[in-house]
């Protein structure tokens, strides 16, 4: 597993999955992320579209939505904003994957990986492989191995 080379990048982005699989202990990535995250060694980055979905997965159990919170407030993942000059190429990335379907949150999350100019993300869904960024090139999902299993 290259889990530990892969750990070491500076910027990656994190989707909805990862998270909710870190707070929720009955989630079949739970462990398997938690121990990825031991070894991680970069700085997570993600929109307020997906700590939304997140909080809202989450919804069952306000203790865990506060932790979240909290893992936030403590600089765990820094949310970049996504404003309404966005709009136009989210709608663009809604309309070109509505097969798929791409949702808002996943749209936000392209539209930062072209801002940020980066291809890594932490994601449990299978879409970002269909998913590419403006310069098209597809997406490098840093927990390809945990899914393998």
Wanted: negative net charge.
């Amino acid at each position: 597993m290259r889990k530990l080379e892969e750990s070491i990048i500076a910027e990656v982005i994190i989707d909805t999955g990862p998270i909710v699989a870190f707070f929720d202990e009955s989630d079949r990535y739970c462990i398997p992320f938690r121990n990825f995250l031991k070894g991680f060694r970069g700085r997570l980055f993600t929109t307020l579209a997906v700590v939304t979905e997140a909080s809202y997965l989450l919804d069952e159990c306000k203790p865990v939505q506060l932790d979240l919170m909290e893992w936030i407030k403590d600089g765990a993942i820094e949310i970049r904003d996504i404003g309404n000059s966005d709009f136009s190429l989210i709608h663009k990335y809604m309309t070109k994957y509505q097969d798929t379907p791409m949702d808002f949150a996943d749209a936000s999350l392209v539209i930062l990986a072209n801002k940020m100019k980066t291809d890594r993300i932490l994601t449990l869904d299978s879409d970002f492989e269909v998913y590419r960024t403006a310069s098209g090139k597809k997406f490098n999902n840093l927990l390809k191995e945990i899914l393998k299993h």
